[in-house]
């Protein structure tokens, strides 16, 4: 079956910007005949024209976990022919997962009847891969930072109170816990409380200390 659907500038709308490949397909719902593009071929793991589409094939390589839900949005899609889209997961001809994201949208014949379904796929897999990746390495620098907060904030309490840094953490634990203040945060304005008042020149003094940790949120 030949496509007919034209190349729209939609396609390179969907593509979000980057390296997201982008397939077509096209359904005749009277025929229940199947065209891929070579893009959705290989979206599925096939070389174009390895093999032939059909519905079940289609379903077949929906994650089990989805498949139901993808059944549900194109029966709807058939009967009501109003545009869709679902973002769900395959296993490829390879076994390997893919998410991807299927747009389209029913056309009527003259009787008003939903003959075919028509659209894009949108395989986001390296899109969402870069995403958690970069989302990984932001929380990764974020509890470092935080973790340093904590060493200084420990350094702090237990040079003013003479504590080990065991039991500097505890204090900072239970106040964190008394006051509500999570202890990445209780520490780094501990941190900045003391860079704030150290041009006074006065020293490192324990009452100062504990004034700050009875009220941390009062030293922003």
Do not use: C
Not at 2 to 7: E, F, I, V
Not at 45 to 54: A, K, N
Not at 142 to 160: C, D, M, S, T, Y
Not at 175 to 190: A, E, I, Q, W, Y
């Amino acid at each position: 079956m030949t496509s007919p659907l034209p190349h729209h500038h939609a396609a390179d709308a969907l593509a979000l910007g980057d390296s997201t490949l982008t397939g077509r397909y096209h359904v005749d719902l009277l025929t229940h005949e199947w065209w891929w593009s070579d893009e959705t071929f290989r979206i599925h793991g096939f070389e174009p024209g390895e093999v032939v589409p059909t519905t079940a094939m289609v379903l077949a390589h929906r994650h089990p976990e989805d498949r139901d839900r993808v059944q549900h949005v194109l029966d709807d899609a058939r009967r009501t022919g109003d545009p869709f889209a679902t973002v769900h997961r395959i296993i490829d001809a390879h076994g390997v997962n893919h998410v991807v994201s299927i747009v389209g949208e029913g056309r009527r014949d003259e009787h008003g009847e939903t003959v075919e379904l028509v659209g894009y796929v949108l395989d986001l897999t390296s899109s969402i891969q870069r995403l958690a990746s970069k989302e990984a390495d932001i929380e990764i620098r974020a509890a470092a930072h935080g973790r340093r907060h904590i060493e200084q904030a420990k350094a702090v309490v237990g040079l003013a109170l003479e504590l080990d840094d065991d039991v500097a953490f505890d204090v900072l634990r239970r106040r964190s816990n008394d006051t509500n203040v999570p202890v990445r945060l209780l520490s780094k304005r501990l941190v900045q409380h003391v860079h704030a008042t150290a041009t006074d020149g006065r020293p490192l003094e324990a009452a100062r200390v504990l004034a700050f940790l009875k009220a941390p949120s009062q030293a922003d």
